[in-house]
């Protein structure tokens, strides 16, 4: 059975007293997650350790990075490396955010390289891709998001490979108050599922994780969370909302 994952990103929020009680509402709350089940917590760099040790007794809990940079090590002023945060325990980096592409100018070249160095590294991306409206209005969205894939993510091994998570976020759904309707959603990661198998063959296509991202809430987790290719979230502004994301948490924990 394939992994299912709830993710939060809180992205630039929270000074230190609100990250500190938003995560202790959070490590508080009890939770009946299956095996196959995890939470994945990314806050900005400088929680990251306090998030470790807050929640690293707590089962299916683990703390994901924002982004790493294409480097190991060197003379790059402000930039965080894989090995630094695989150093401290992180397990997890999002790679690829919509956000990192539009305003910090990441491209797929930049992207690959970065997959590779987490890989490297022993970290597992949580890979994003997914298309800006007008494209989607042009019914381009397919072939934009598998070019996408292609370019950053079509180079691994299939070894590599079956260590990334994909997340789609339709990137007219961030932070707007739309959200793919469950059959939009569907359509997509089976459409990224089908893509991996006709690449790397049937079994890892059905063993791989794939996210959907794009102003999920608890209000539409659960229908969202029952379309079969679709495995779980990559949560924006409701992660940032103890009780939401605790919802969304128990609409995971539901699921098949």
């Known amino acids: 059975m394939r992994k299912k994952i709830a993710a939060a990103n809180w992205k630039m929020h929270c000074t230190l007293t609100e990250a500190t009680a ?25 929680y990251l350790m306090m998030l470790r040790q807050m929640l690293q007794q707590k089962p299916h809990f683990h703390v994901g990075a924002q982004n790493c940079f294409t480097e190991s090590s060197g003379a790059y002023t402000g930039e965080i490396s894989a090995s630094m945060l695989a150093s401290i325990g992180v397990e997890y980096v999002i790679i690829g955010h919509s956000e990192r592409r539009q305003y910090f100018g990441e491209t797929s070249g930049m992207l690959a390289r970065k997959l590779d160095i987490a890989l490297q590294h022993g970290l597992k991306p949580i890979f994003c891709c997914g ?17 996408q894939l292609k370019e950053s993510l079509f180079h691994l091994s299939a070894e590599q490979l079956a260590r990334v998570i994909i997340a789609y ?88």
């Not at 042009?138 to 070019?147: D, I």
Request: hydrophobic residues 40%; aromatic residues 6%.
């Open 131 to 147: 298309e800006p409206l007008e494209v989607r209005q042009q019914e381009a969205q397919n072939a934009y998001v598998l070019t």
């Open 169 to 256: 976020e339709p990137i007219w759904a961030i932070g707007t108050g739309l959200n793919a309707t469950p059959h939009q959603a569907q359509q997509m990661h089976a459409f990224i599922r089908q893509s991996i198998s006709e690449q790397y063959g049937t079994q890892l296509a059905q063993d791989i994780t794939i996210l959907y991202g794009g102003s999920l809430k608890a209000s539409n987790a659960a229908e969202l969370f029952a379309c079969p290719d679709v495995d779980g979230g990559l949560v924006g502004g409701a992660s940032l909302k103890a009780e939401e994301f605790t919802q969304i948490i128990n609409a995971l924990s539901a699921a098949h």
């Open 22 to 46: 938003l995560a202790e509402r959070i490590a508080h709350t009890s939770f009946s997650l299956s095996e196959h089940q995890e939470v994945v917590i990314c806050p900005p760099f400088v």
